[in-house]
């Protein structure tokens, strides 16, 4: 794929869009299963902004912007960014990021907050080399699946002592 691409806002779901998905989803989160047409119908019917790359008229990668009001106002959280290994270097993540910046600040948003991987070290360069400052948080997760595991294992303990005492 050459180095020519454009950046689009998606406003439906098409076969297309799925089968980017199931594409891209692996180079970003392996063991996740990628959204199917209910998901991604969701997404875009919330305030969530949902962009896409395309090269050579081919999804190459994808940016989800959520937003969501707080008290403390209008908030934008960049998510799951994710460029085609095959066309990784060539501007596309910066595009994908300036376009989602720029949505923020026309829905209202003070500011636009990201994670990425540590291990992301071109993705966190390239952050950077945007603007974004490293801020001095602690990010935490509540982790259902660890959760459901952890009461499963509770109860079990707890139904093997009282097996004991009884």
């Known amino acids: 794929m050459g180095d020519e691409f454009e950046v689009l806002e998606v406003t439906s779901v098409t076969p297309e869009l ?8 692996p180079q970003l989160s392996a063991g996740r299963r990628p959204p199917g047409v209910a998901e991604l119908g969701e997404m875009l019917a919330s305030r969530s902004v949902l962009f896409i790359a395309r090269a050579q ?16 106002g209008l908030h934008a959280h960049i998510e799951d960014v994710v460029v085609d290994e095959a ?3 060539q501007g596309i993540g910066a595009a994908l990021t ?32 945007l603007g974004f400052e490293r801020r001095e948080t602690n990010v935490y997760r ?11 294992e509770a ?10 005492n009884g």
């Open 57 to 72: 008229n081919v999804i190459v990668g994808s940016l989800t912007l959520a937003v969501f009001r707080t008290p403390t």
């Open 155 to 164: 109860t079990e303990k707890k139904r093997d002592r009282e097996g004991e």
């Open 142 to 152: 509540f982790d259902f699946k660890n959760f459901a595991t952890q009461v499963t």
């Open 87 to 89: 066309v990784r270097g």
């Open 18 to 25: 799925v089968e980017a998905f199931e594409r891209l989803m």
């Open 98 to 129: 300036r376009a989602g910046i720029t949505r923020a600040r026309e829905l209202g948003c003070d500011a636009v907050d990201l994670t990425s991987n540590p291990k992301r070290e071109a993705a966190n360069r390239l952050y950077q080399r």
